[in-house]
């Protein structure tokens, strides 16, 4: 196999090309948190009457499966992202400075709401979602914790950790070995389902659903197609193609395929979408997914997905529907509300909190190049030799649930925003 040393790309990100921030996965990013939306405006019961309920449901009903989404794509763009010679310390700096200062204010936000609804507070549970160490607590009230959604950081928190430990290992894994993780994972989801048996009946939802070490086997799915395509080594359907094989995996499992497949198989059909809306970037082929107002509906979307559940309930509890919905069209009026008003917000929340912060927090500057012999070797499609990695670490994509995340903006649109990482919040369903 024709490789070469991967050297540390000097590029600024105001010269980097299309290719390198990915942006068609930014505005798939928007897509996911979508269907966690409708999920839950289907499952909060902001529609009273059963006719337009049952609509909602029957559209949402894998909509939960976003956050599965997430986990895949953040798995995907950290490792389409690393940069040879960045420190580890660098990294999770970075990573700390992407998540937690949205989960902070939100936590804070969740707590006041708390007080002023009188709310009991268990403060063991609300230390442990402040530190984003909840998803490993199988209690009841306390893995969907205060802004209960924020489970899927402590999850990603845990890839985080994980990642710039196993990176080496991965970088030098044969292909053969990557495409058996690809293939493997959806089988391991499946195997879930039977798997449940082995743990006690409360705990089984918090397993299959929160446990962090069984959510990292989509994370890794990912790492380990991303690597795959660097290498010039994945094989899949293009764009289209692959958003058909979605769009029809969806229909199907909703409508006539049992509910311990859903997980397995949307977990193929999201990989080969995200591997599809990448290599149409990297080649320059169409995608409507990179369009000005998907990208910045994508950058927005973490804030989004860590924001919707908060303002739904709050706003339901004041106005005392909260239980009951909105009689009439006041229901279907008040998701398409919800959505608007949840969108303005993450966008408050992402212009003066999550950006600033990103600024302050996050190391600033290149990474120094590591030595030659601990640098990664690839292969650029077709056979090709590449001097450099798309993408390089200061380039940001999520998912979350974002070396880093999604793409970063051109220079000329703000520089160092991030468009978002996972983000992940309510539960994914390993065949809920």
């Not at 979350?400 to 999604?406: H, R, T, Y």
């Amino acid at each position: 196999m024709t490789s070469t040393t991967l050297a540390a790309s000097a590029t600024a990100p105001s010269e980097r090309t299309d290719a390198d921030r990915l942006p068609s996965l930014t505005g798939l990013r928007w897509i996911a948190a979508l269907l966690v939306f409708g999920f839950h405006a289907g499952t909060m019961r902001i529609i009273a009457e059963p006719g337009p309920q049952a609509v909602v449901g029957e559209i949402f009903t894998l909509g939960l499966s976003g956050v599965q989404f997430f986990f895949i794509l953040s798995g995907f763009v950290l490792v389409w992202s690393a940069r040879p010679g960045a420190s580890r310390r660098r990294f999770w700096r970075r990573r700390f400075a992407k998540i937690y200062p949205n989960h902070l204010v939100l936590w804070a936000l969740a707590m006041l709401a708390m007080l002023w609804f009188a709310d009991p507070i268990n403060p063991v549970a609300a230390l442990e979602n402040l530190l984003l160490v909840q998803a490993w607590d199988p209690r009841p009230g306390h893995f969907y914790s205060v802004n209960n959604v924020s489970w899927s950081l402590s999850c990603e928190l845990f890839f985080y950790l994980c990642l710039p430990l196993v990176l080496p290992a991965v970088r030098r894994a044969r292909p053969w070995l990557l495409w058996a993780v690809v293939i493997a994972v959806p089988l391991l989801i499946l195997a879930l389902w039977p798997g449940q048996a082995l743990v006690p009946e409360s705990d089984r939802w918090w397993f299959a659903q929160v446990f962090p070490l069984v959510r990292s086997l989509e994370f890794w799915m990912g790492v380990a197609a991303a690597e795959l395509m660097l290498r010039g080594r994945w094989r899949g359907p293009g764009l289209p193609v692959a958003s058909l094989i979605f769009v029809l995996t969806w229909v199907a499992a909703s409508q006539w395929i049992p509910a311990e497949f859903w997980a397995a198989l949307l977990a193929a059909a999201y990989v080969l979408v995200i591997a599809a809306a990448a290599d149409a970037d990297v080649h320059g082929r169409r995608s409507p997914l990179r369009s000005r107002t998907m990208v910045w509906l994508g950058e927005v979307s973490f804030a989004f997905y860590l924001v919707h559940v908060f303002v739904i309930m709050t706003i339901l509890r004041l106005t005392g529907d909260w239980g009951t919905g909105l009689p009439g069209w006041w229901g279907p009026l008040a998701v398409i509300g919800f959505l608007l008003l949840t969108l303005g917000l993450a966008a408050l929340l992402h212009r003066y909190v999550e950006q600033p912060m990103m600024r302050r927090l996050a190391p600033s500057g290149p990474p120094r190049p590591g030595p030659p012999g601990g640098t990664a070797r690839t292969e650029s499609p077709g056979g090709a030799v590449r001097s450099g990695r798309p993408g390089a670490e200061g380039s940001e994509a999520s998912a979350g649930p974002s070396a880093d995340g999604l793409p970063r903006q051109r220079a000329s649109r703000g520089g160092a925003g991030p468009a978002g990482d996972v983000e992940h919040g309510s539960t994914v369903h390993h065949g809920q």
